[in-house]
């Protein structure tokens, strides 16, 4: 079993920063990609960015030069920093892991966290 937990999200003023914490944990063999998605209400769900567990990354247009992902495989835990921030960025972030355990492959979810720009 393996499970994410979330950190950071908040209400920030539009030209603000925060950064978001996802830590996975349980019976991790391999960590290999990890990524954000966000939801926005009446929307679909959205990659926002993906890290490759040797470093390569991947943003949605929407966010590039403003997002940064980033990871610790020491303590399996993704970054997501986001500088910049307008209020069509509010949404639920979400954190997605994909590996394998000990026993099989896994594509794990965080619970989200709500991420608010207004003034």
């Known amino acids: 079993q393996v499970q994410l937990v979330e950190s950071g999200g908040g209400l920030v003023q539009p030209g603000g920063s925060l950064r978001l914490s996802c830590t996975a944990s349980?019976?991790?063999?391999?960590?290999?990609?990890m990524a954000w998605y966000r939801q926005a209400p009446g929307k679909e769900r959205e990659l926002v960015a993906v890290?490759?567990?040797?470093?390569?990354?991947y943003y949605a247009d929407a966010v590039k030069g403003r997002f940064t992902i980033s990871r610790d495989n020491t303590v399996n835990t993704a970054y997501l920093r986001m500088n910049s921030l307008k209020p069509e960025d509010t949404a639920v972030y979400y954190c997605n892991a994909l590996g394998n355990s000990h026993h099989a492959p896994f594509n794990v979810w965080g619970q989200g966290t709500q991420v608010t720009v207004s003034s």
């Open positions: 349980g019976s991790i063999f391999a960590l290999n990609s």
């Open positions: 890290i490759s567990r040797n470093g390569p990354t």
